[in-house]
């Protein structure tokens, strides 16, 4: 019975027994191929497993058989970040969000991958989606102001952006630190020293 072996895969999968997962999700599928949750289990168990182009093509078939279901592009993009193919990723996640254009965290994904491809326009015009979506979302904010002193060195944009980022998580070591650093290309260097201060006390080991 497809139903019992699919409970079983996924039983197997949260208590980490990956191997035996894969059987039974094989099995799941073998009984019911059209079975789009056990494709994108049996993909999940291969990255898992750190077994990515293994899942690669199981999240496919779970797309062919339901194009709509916005969790296996997203499990497939991850998948590809996992392989440092961020090309492909950032190919996924686009055709993410043109489907689902009201999921914020794949806006922000979007733009880290637009990011390490040195897109960096790109990536400041996907993590303002993400804000414009989730003004309270803190890395996205975090991001921008990573991407706009790399891309454009606009310190002044980008601090405001880390400030956003602070107000949202008083508390984010990194908004801290990229402040501070940011502060420093500045040539503010007392203001620089009382954010590493504030990062320190966070927990910063520079």
Not at 181 to 202: C, D, Q, W, Y
Request: hydrophobic letters at 40%; aromatic letters at 10%.
């Amino acid at each position: 019975d497809a139903n019992a072996w699919y409970g079983r895969a996924l039983t197997l999968r949260l208590s980490g027994r990956y191997n035996e997962s894969i059987e039974a999700y094989n099995r799941t599928v073998e009984l019911e191929p059209k079975n789009a949750a056990a494709w994108n289990g049996l993909a999940i168990s291969y990255v898992e497993m750190k077994r990515y182009n293994e899942s690669l093509e199981r999240f496919d078939r779970a797309i062919e058989i339901d194009p709509g279901e916005i969790g296996f592009q997203y499990n497939k993009a991850l998948a590809l970040n996992k392989l440092g193919d961020y090309r492909q990723e950032a190919a996924v996640l686009n055709m993410t969000v043109q489907l689902h254009p009201e999921c914020a965290v794949c806006w922000n994904n979007l733009g880290l991958a637009f990011a390490r491809l040195e897109l960096y326009g790109s990536a400041i015009e996907a993590y303002d989606k993400a804000v414009e979506l989730n003004s309270s979302y803190m890395e996205p904010w975090n991001n921008r102001g990573i991407a706009q002193v790399l891309g454009s060195e606009d310190i002044a944009g980008a601090l405001e952006s880390f400030d956003q980022a602070i107000e949202i998580n008083p508390s984010s070591l990194e908004a801290w630190t990229n402040k501070a650093n940011a502060l420093e290309l500045a040539g503010r260097a007392p203001e620089a020293e009382v954010a590493r201060e504030k990062a320190k006390m966070l927990g910063y080991q520079g």
